[in-house]
């Protein structure tokens, strides 16, 4: 748009603001969560938790439920410290500090669903133990879970961000086979 029509926008007597710079996207007021992007953290976190799950326990080894339980929820804690920090240095401007340390925090916050995501799996983990159930029936159980947890990710964010149904399915479909393949990995490398 040139200054002439700009300026014809403008109330009369006000001078045109100039243009503000474009920004890269997740720089404004707070970290870039816009619309279903939160989800994000829900299908990385779901994944983190299956090849966590899939890796901890070694055949011919002691079941140690508790101890993976641990490394599950300390490992996807750690991811979203490093993910939002990683986030927040990629839109760092130069603003004063306490405003800078507010949206560290808020970067930080904001990966809430990545750490929720493994939830499931170490409830599961947790439950194991408490039970004394088999290793292997626990790590078939908690992969089939979240193969059908990363489904549901990615039918509903698809569905958030606008697709007809038979496309959510599709992207669902697409996520679940994540799941699928470190099933496969699981069943291959052990």
Known sequence: MNEDANEEQQPHGQAAQPPRPALPAGAGSRPGRRGADWMFGGVYGTVLASALLAALHQKGEEFTPYYDASWVLVTAATAGLAHGYSHHMASHRQDSAGHRWRMLGSALWNEWPLIVAALPTVLLLVAAGVFDW?????????????????????????????HRLGSALAIGMADATIGLAIIVANAVIK
């Open 134 to 162: 088999d290793a292997y029936a626990v790590t078939a159980v908690g992969l089939g879970l979240n193969t059908a947890l990363l489904f549901a990710w990615g039918a509903l964010v698809a569905l958030r961000v606008g």
